[in-house]
């Protein structure tokens, strides 16, 4: 495998292929496992097959923008924007190596998609959605989703230990992710993802409920217990699997007949109903572990003109 001690004898004639495996194996261990693996499926399934032999030092923009032009016609804008960024950054890395002295990919134009404005889920579908879950392994997962916006890989990470004696608050400390089969802690996506989120009273119930369950099956499984710790947990104390959470929700919602929204969308639905109870959006965007306030205005600018029109009301009582 090419290793940069090999630089100066390989670099001339390296084609493209070569060093996108390169890169790939560098940023392996600087990505969380979900990054990377995106990363690795846009460079085998676009950037290799197209770009992988072309000498790197003779790489255009223009054959980059042909690529991603091309790949516009099989797939969304926003997996040939994902995959212009993966070539930029890829790109940015043979500039700081010394393989190439600019990187062609910052001439080539990506389209730009628009962001679908999240799904909304109304008070009574929030409420139709816990009743549902009630009673099933689901129950705790979505009430901590739907009262705390957390990810559903922090729901999978958390553990007892993180909450404090009340169950008041929640400390954000670290993410479950499956790659390649296997199960891996990580840090939280970006510094202000590593957080303590206030927990509502309604979480409680749950959380007591979960607690007294595993007490319970600690005896009934006795040495085959895995103390794993975690508040969301298998029946023998393992951690779960981000994608059952997301199939189980699936299931789920076809027996109940509820509209087609995934587990991800409580995430949403926490946001979008603290909102329009006129939750500050600062506030809101420390819940979520958003990198700043712009990003939750961004995402949930859909909220805003019920907002706007709540402040001019409130503006007219004050000069009523």
Not at 29 to 42: F, I
């Amino acid at each position: 495998m090419w290793a940069p001690a090999t630089l100066e004898e390989g670099s001339q004639s390296m084609t493209f292929a070569e060093f996108a495996e390169a890169w790939l194996d560098h940023v392996r261990a600087r990505v969380r496992p979900s990054t990377y693996r995106g990363y690795e499926g846009l460079m085998r399934g676009y950037g290799i097959p197209a770009l992988g032999s072309v000498p790197l030092r003779a790489l255009h923009p223009l054959q980059i923008q042909r690529v991603e032009s091309q790949a516009l016609e099989r797939v969304s804008a926003g997996t040939v924007l994902n995959l212009h960024l993966v070539l930029t950054q890829a790109l940015n890395q043979a500039v700081r190596w010394g393989l190439i002295a600019a990187n062609p990919a910052k001439g080539a134009q990506p389209p730009r998609p628009r962001r679908p404005e999240p799904v909304t889920v109304s008070p009574e579908l929030a409420r139709r959605v816990l009743l549902a879950a009630e009673g099933t392994p689901l129950a705790l997962p979505v009430a901590i989703a739907l009262a705390t916006g957390m990810r559903r890989g922090e729901i999978l990470g958390l553990r007892w230990a993180d909450l404090d004696e009340g169950y008041t608050r929640a400390s954000v400390r670290r993410s479950l992710h499956a790659m390649r089969g296997e199960l891996r802690f990580c840090e939280p996506k970006t510094r202000r993802s590593r957080r303590q989120v206030a927990l509502p009273d309604m979480v409680r119930p749950y959380l007591e409920a979960e607690r007294a369950d595993q007490a319970r099956r600690t005896e009934r499984y006795g040495e085959r217990w895995q103390d794993s710790g975690l508040v969301v947990c298998s029946r023998d104390g393992a951690p779960v699997y981000p994608d059952t959470v997301s199939t189980s929700f699936r299931a789920l919602r076809r027996r109940a007949g509820l509209p087609p929204i995934r587990f991800h969308d409580l995430r949403h639905a926490h946001a979008t109903l603290m909102l329009l109870e006129g939750v500050h959006p600062k506030v809101v965007s420390e819940r979520l572990g958003h990198a700043s306030v712009g990003i939750t205005l961004d995402i949930y600018s859909h909220v805003l003109p019920s907002m706007q029109s709540e402040a001019v009301q409130a503006f007219d009582r004050l000069f009523a």
